[in-house]
């Protein structure tokens, strides 16, 4: 059987890692580390095709120690208990982990003590965020060290090494051809050297030429999507650019964001921007959201971005007001903090109190004086209006109006004014 390209072309030393420099250049962590014979738990984190379970391998050969690999996802307790008595018999071990992110909690019951005793040399990759994703017991017992896209120049690098190395110098392609691998990868070389590989198996007389390259560059990868924290970027950057009411940047992350089809997302994030961010500057916004997210979900993708689209552009020119959704985050702070008991006559059934001490639901001319809030939050303001357009000046007229009142919990004695 023959191994893919990108697979013959690991790099199996420091000297040959594209990229990174940061990690493995002349005062790169970790080349520094190597140097001193030493390297600690670690977490490998950024997109796919950057080299993270690769430099881990060469970590491991660099430094002559025992490696094993184990899959966060589909290995077991027994490959665990495998891998410590190997571990103790050699004194210490590298142990690869794939998909860290995704490591149970009884897996990392197991793992920790020998991370933590040393005879154990735990590196994790993950294309997800270890920040949100890594469990806090593991996170703490590694460094973190990022992994950035390769460059232009590191594709064109590898895809050089590639035409020497593992097509024996048998291929010569164009300088256009090497753009548009470049350009279509996002700076992921193990899918750069993929196209290589298939561009070579279909070219003509061992010449690969753009026209060539273009066949098989149909989808430029989206990076976005090689994680779940991909995809909320996108989404958070979004709402952003529509917060910022920046027309240009907010359909070009609906345009990355359409490429994975999850118009459900799309909908719920546009639902909470028009409430959030336009708010009451904008009212009838909100039902025109619905509006659209209903016409994109009866034509589907890839037409459901004219509607999403059109939308996405009235979201962004509307007036913003920010107004409500303050109001309500405050009232959920105070809830986070303390709890307070309500008014007593404020309850479906109040017990212990007189008919003349009750709420009267025949009083509608007392609704607007009674004390609703407990008796500690009496003189609380949570909402504070701005003039962002002539209907809200109209809410906060209404609301400093309503402020005269002095409201009161003395239900016995209001009646009877």
């Not at 920040?131 to 460094?143: E, G, Q, W």
């Not at 008796?375 to 209404?398: C, M, P, T």
């Amino acid at each position: 059987m023959k191994e893919p390209l990108a697979f013959r072309l690991r790099p199996k030393t420091l000297d040959d890692i594209l990229g990174q420099k940061h990690l493995v250049g002349k005062d790169g962590v970790i080349r520094k580390c190597i140097e001193n014979d030493t390297i600690f738990s670690s977490i490998f984190y950024g997109p796919p095709g950057t080299g993270k379970t690769t430099l881990a391998r060469v970590i491991a050969n660099e430094l002559k120690r025992p490696c094993r690999k184990f899959n966060a996802v589909t290995g077991n307790k027994k490959d665990l208990d495998a891998i410590f008595l190997e571990a103790r018999m050699s004194g210490q071990l590298i142990l690869i982990c794939d998909e860290v992110h995704r490591l149970n909690k009884d897996k990392q019951d197991l793992l920790l003590p020998h991370v933590e005793d040393g005879s154990i040399i735990l590196i994790g990759a993950t294309t997800a965020n270890p920040y949100h994703s890594i469990n806090p017991a593991i996170r703490s017992r590694c460094h973190l060290f990022e992994f950035k896209p390769l460059t232009d120049d590191d594709i064109k690098q590898g895809i050089n090494n590639a035409l020497k190395d593992g097509l024996d110098g048998e291929y010569s392609i164009d300088d256009d051809a090497i753009e548009v691998i470049c350009d279509c990868v996002n700076g992921d070389i193990r899918w750069a050297l993929n196209i290589l590989e298939l561009s070579a198996i279909i070219c003509k007389d061992k010449h690969i030429d753009k026209e060539t390259v273009e066949q098989n560059c149909r989808n430029v990868n989206n990076r976005s999507f090689g994680s779940e924290d991909g995809h909320y970027d996108l989404l958070s950057a979004l709402q952003k650019s529509i917060r910022g009411s920046d027309v240009n940047a907010a359909l070009y992350y609906l345009a990355l964001l359409a490429q994975s089809g999850d118009v459900e997302s799309i909908e719920r994030r546009l639902l909470v921007i028009a409430y959030e961010d336009v708010g009451l500057a904008n009212p009838a916004l909100a039902a025109r959201t619905i509006s659209a997210c209903q016409a994109a979900e009866h034509v589907g993708f890839p037409e459901a971005i004219i509607p999403l689209g059109v939308h996405i552009i009235d979201l962004c020119l509307s007036p913003k007001s920010r107004t409500g959704v303050d109001a309500v985050h405050k009232a959920q702070g105070i809830v986070d903090s303390k709890a307070y008991d309500m008014p007593k006559y404020l309850r479906l059934t109040p017990v212990g109190l007189s008919k003349d001490e009750q709420y009267s639901y025949e009083r509608y001319d007392c609704f607007h004086k009674i004390q609703y809030l407990p008796d500690e939050l009496k003189d609380l303001n949570l909402f504070e209006s701005f003039n962002s357009n002539r209907y809200e000046q109209q809410l906060k007229s209404i609301y400093e109006e309503l402020k005269k009142n002095k409201r009161t919990s003395d239900l016995k004695k209001l009646y009877k004014q």
